[in-house]
C-alpha cells in the first residue's frame, strides 16, 4: 500500500481521531493535513474555531504512529486500500458535490470510479414487477457498458448487482459502514462478488457499524458518481428517494419507472413523477438516449410463434401474478395440460412459476 504524510494524515484525521469528511474538509481547508498530523497541539486553537469541540479528538496527538500502522495492516490483511483527495484515483465526479469525501477506503478495480456509470436504487421490499424493471433495464444498460451503482442493501439494490454481474458488466457498491463491515449480512457473498469483480468503496473508517444517519449521508456518492440516477420503484418513505433528491440537487438525470396506481411499493415512483414528469422511462432505451449512449446493432432474434392459449396466459400476466387455479379457469383446460403448458412455456423463458404455487411474466 503506497503511503505518503499527506495520506497517512487524512487517514490518521478520519480513523483515529474519528472525524468524518465534513470536519476533515474544513480543518484541511485551512490546515495542511500533514502538519495536523505532525503537531496537532500547535493546531489545535485554530481547530476548535473551525470544528468547535470535535477538535478536542485531535489530542490523540501524534506521538505514537501505531494506530495508523495497525489500520494500515488491517486494511492490506483484508485486501482494502484507500484513496484521498488530491490522489490520481480520486473522481472528478465527487468533488464538486456537497460534502466530498475526505477519503475512500476500497476493495476491487478503483478505476470504476472514473467509468460511465448510472445509479440504480429503489425499496427493499420490490415486488415482483420492481424486479422484472430493475433486471431488464440493467441487464440492457450494462451490456451497454454503464457502471451500474447501487448500495448493496436489500431488495432492489441486490438486484441491480447481481443483474450486471450476470450480464458480464461492471458494478460498484458504495456502502455505509466501514469496509470491513458487510451490512446486511445476508449479502456477504454478493459483496465477495462484487469485491472480485467490480468495486466496493465507504467513506467511513474500518469498523464502523450499520448506523443508521450514515445511509442518508452514503446516497449522495451513489448519485454523484453518476452520470444519471434509475429507480425502479420506491416507496413514499423509501431512502431511494434521497438519492433522487441529490440527483436533482447535483444536476444529474432522474429517470423513474412508473408503478401502479394502488401500488404501496411504488408510490414513491409515482409522487416523483407527478413532481418531474419529464424523469419517466419506459425503456432501457430511454435512459441510453438521454445519456446519449449508443446503443449496439441488435442481433437478429428467432421468433417464437405463440397458440392462443399461450397468448391468454401472457396476456393474464401481463397485469400482475396469477394463481394456478386462476389459470385453469382462463385457458379451460385440464390441470395435466397446464402442468405441462406451463412447464414448457418457463422453460423458454416466457414466464415464471412463483411462490404459492403462482405465475409471472
Known sequence: ???????????????????????????????????LYACPEKYFGKAKELIGEAAAKLRFGKSDPKPVED?????????????????????????????????LYYKGDVSLLKSRCLGVVGTREPSMYGRQCTEKFVSALAK??????????????????RTALMNDGKTVAVVATGI???????????????????LVVTEYAPGTPALAYNF???????????????????????????????????GKELFVIPSALNSPRGAGC????????GAMVLSPDDV?????????????????????TEERILDALSYSEVSFDDLLAITGLGVSDLNALLVRM????????????????
Open 346 to 361: 418457463e422453460l423458454n423463458g416466457l414466464i415464471r412459476k412463483l411462490e404459492n404455487n403462482y405465475y409471472g411474466v
Open 71 to 103: 489500520i494500515m495492516r488491517t486494511l492490506e490483511a483484508s485486501g482494502a486500500e484507500f484513496i484521498v483527495r488530491g490522489d490520481a484515483e480520486y473522481p472528478a465526479s465527487l468533488e464538486n458535490i456537497f460534502n466530498p469525501p475526505a477519503i
Open 144 to 161: 451497454l457498458k454503464l457502471t451500474i451503482v447501487s448500495g448493496l442493501a436489500r431488495g432492489v439494490d441486490a438486484v441491480a448487482h
Open 288 to 308: 441510453s438516449d438521454a445519456l446519449g449512449i449508443c446503443a449496439a446493432p441488435d442481433e437478429p432474434a428467432s421468433v417464437m410463434q405463440l397458440d392462443f
Open 216 to 250: 442518508p449521508e452514503r446516497n449522495r456518492l451513489i448519485s454523484g458518481l453518476s452520470a444519471g440516477v434509475l429507480v425502479t420503484e420506491a416507496g413514499l418513505k423509501s431512502g431511494s428517494l434521497i438519492t433522487a433528491d441529490y440527483a436533482v440537487k447535483q
Open 1 to 35: 500500500m503506497r503511503s505518503t504524510d499527506r495520506r497517512a494524515a487524512v487517514l490518521w484525521l478520519n480513523a483515529v481521531a474519528g472525524l468524518g469528511s465534513a470536519k476533515i474538509n474544513k480543518l484541511t481547508a485551512e490546515i495542511p493535513p500533514e502538519e
Open 180 to 198: 470491513d463491515v458487510v451490512f446486511p449480512a445476508s449479502n456477504a457473498v454478493l459483496c465477495d462478488d462484487i469485491a472480485r469483480k467490480g
Open 270 to 277: 409515482n409522487r416523483l413523477l407527478k413532481s418531474l414528469q
